[in-house]
């Protein structure tokens, strides 16, 4: 059976071909290692060349088999020159071919040894273009992420091609047109708070962006406990960048209901995350760090009920409760 797959792969017609690629599924793991060894990823790469989707679908999905727990392979379809090839396939006709592609660059960009090489093909812009890809589906959005996710934590990559690729705006837009509970927003935040935190240049980026902070604190009101988290944690890290610059423009969108909210029923991380910005957006001109202060959990439920009774009243004068709900915290002099 192994033999007859690989003579079908190297020398077969086209029907045999995909036939092969198919019956690749089907073996056991040390069958797939012993077929990677014996030369055939060659010919499935040789595939990806065709015309024909049907093929090209077989050796990806021949391709993904192979390389699933196995860095070598990963390694592999790097040196046989499949990146140029898998990159030309995100302008076929194909969605499923696409689709594929997407899965493919996840499996290879878990592989430390091809993370630099996929950036620098151009992987990461066009990852990032297909972000707001609305003809794709949520798999593949997921996939997009995971996949600038893993090259993301090679520092190396961070500011030379994923800030210069547009990622941290097409995440926002992601963010900001996704349902703010989903996972996939949960994936995109988290990924955009790794790269902030990551670069000072992400962090420029991020902060320069028109809406940004808008759809941070949206995030913050309505997104999942994870996705909270994660925007509070981006938030946080521009206002300490630039306390006075970001200071009045967080207020302005309404980010301290949020805020106090998160600071009684977040996460254990985010709770800290949000004592530590709601330090830092009080009204006082002399901040220092919030080590050894506590947020007064009291005072924040009382201040979340008068928020709760005052629902009208807060959509036309928010920056003046705010202004109250501050006073009302002087958790520290």
Not at 57 to 76: D, I, M, Q, W, Y
């Amino acid at each position: 059976m192994e033999k007859e797959v690989v003579e079908n792969l190297w020398n077969g017609n086209r029907e045999m071909q995909i036939q092969a690629a198919a019956e690749l599924r089907k073996f056991s793991r040390k069958q797939r290692h012993n077929l990677a060894e014996s030369g055939i990823m060659v010919p499935l790469v040789s595939m990806l060349h065709s015309q024909d989707y049907e093929a090209i679908e077989a050796s990806l999905c021949a391709l993904l088999s192979l390389a699933f727990g196995s860095e070598r392979n990963k390694c592999r379809i790097i040196k046989l020159g499949a990146l140029p090839v898998l990159l030309s396939l995100f302008h076929c006709q194909n969605q499923t071919v696409i689709e594929l592609t997407i899965a493919t660059l996840l499996t290879i960009s878990s592989c430390n040894a091809n993370k630099v090489a996929i950036a620098s093909s151009g992987a990461i812009q066009l990852l990032a273009q297909f972000l707001n890809t609305t003809n794709i589906s949520i798999q593949s959005q997921l996939d997009t992420v995971a996949t600038l996710h893993n090259l993301s934590t090679c520092q190396e990559i961070i500011t030379p091609f994923i800030v210069s690729s547009g990622v941290i705006l097409s995440l926002l837009k992601l963010i900001h047109i996704s349902e703010k509970s989903s996972t996939l927003v949960e994936k995109a935040i988290g990924l955009l708070e790794h790269v902030v935190s990551s670069s000072e240049s992400a962090l420029c980026e991020a902060a320069s962006i028109g809406g940004a902070v808008r759809t941070l604190v949206e995030t913050i009101e309505d997104g999942s406990f994870q996705s909270k988290e994660h925007a509070v944690g981006t938030l946080l890290i521009i206002c300490q960048s630039c306390r006075e610059r970001y200071r009045g423009m967080m207020l302005r969108e309404g980010v301290m209901p949020g805020l106090l909210q998160l600071s009684v029923d977040g996460t254990w991380r985010a709770k800290n995350l949000a004592n530590n910005l709601l330090l830092l957006l009080r009204d006082c001109s002399n901040y220092s760090s919030p080590s050894g202060k506590q947020i007064n959990h009291e005072a924040i439920e009382r201040i979340m009920e008068e928020i709760d009774d005052a629902e009208g009243e807060l959509a036309e004068t928010t920056l003046r409760l705010v202004q109250e709900m501050v006073a009302k915290l002087n958790l520290s002099r």
